[in-house]
């Protein structure tokens, strides 16, 4: 199954060139479950023969996760919102999601939103629907999208390296495909304990401590 969907994907890629690796992307990056992962290696891979730039696939696939996530973020700030506020003041005793559950949302992505933002858009799983806490919570936008960028930029460069890289080996890249989803839990584990650690310090050393 893997094996076709990346050649279907060669081949429609080629044909839409650039402006296919952003719609794909954005289609990945919002609710749809289309994994980047047989997005941006087969376009990678054509860069290698010569058929696309890498900075280009590189730069595509940023873009099309920004737009994406954009459109997952306002869909949450302006439909979602409402109508979780409207739940919770009805039902929301009832599961535990009260108005004031919806405040500390707000609260804890005005705090942490920017880690939990970059270290979303690195997990598998959870890069699509990070957005949608963020504009429950109304994030900063501007700082939604930088970190947003970051995350995917750093996400979307190694799945371009190894498509250029082992494209051609399609049994390879999909063992280190793999292997690079497990270094980078690993990575975005080390990055939340660090920073859990730096945010205690912080409060510690705050004189309102």
Do not use: D
């Not at 497990?182 to 912080?202: E, K, T």
């Amino acid at each position: 199954m893997f094996y076709q969907i990346v050649h279907f994907l060669l081949e429609t890629i080629g044909r839409l060139g650039y402006p296919g690796i952003v719609v794909l992307m954005a289609l990945e990056s919002s609710f749809f479950p289309f994994p980047s992962e047989v997005i941006i290696p087969p376009a990678a891979y054509l860069a290698s023969k010569g058929e696309f730039s890498l900075l280009g696939v590189i730069a595509c696939g940023v873009l099309g996760s920004l737009l994406g996530a954009w459109f997952n973020y306002f869909l949450a700030l302006k439909l979602g919102r409402p109508v979780l506020e409207r739940m919770a003041l009805r039902w929301g005793r009832y599961f535990f999601f009260t108005p004031e559950v919806l405040r500390k949302v707000e609260s804890f992505f005005e705090r942490h939103g920017h880690i939990s933002t970059f270290v979303g858009r690195l997990l598998p799983g959870i890069r699509q629907y990070i957005s949608l806490p963020a504009g429950l919570g109304r994030m900063n936008f501007l700082l939604f999208s930088f970190y947003t960028a970051l995350g995917s930029a750093i996400w979307v460069s190694v799945l371009a390296a190894l498509g250029y890289l082992l494209g051609s080996n399609e049994a390879l890249l999909k063992r280190w495909l793999h292997k690079t989803s497990l270094l980078l839990v690993l990575f975005c584990l080390l990055l939340v304990v660090s920073y859990l650690f730096w945010h205690r310090r912080r409060v510690e050393k705050s004189p309102e401590a």
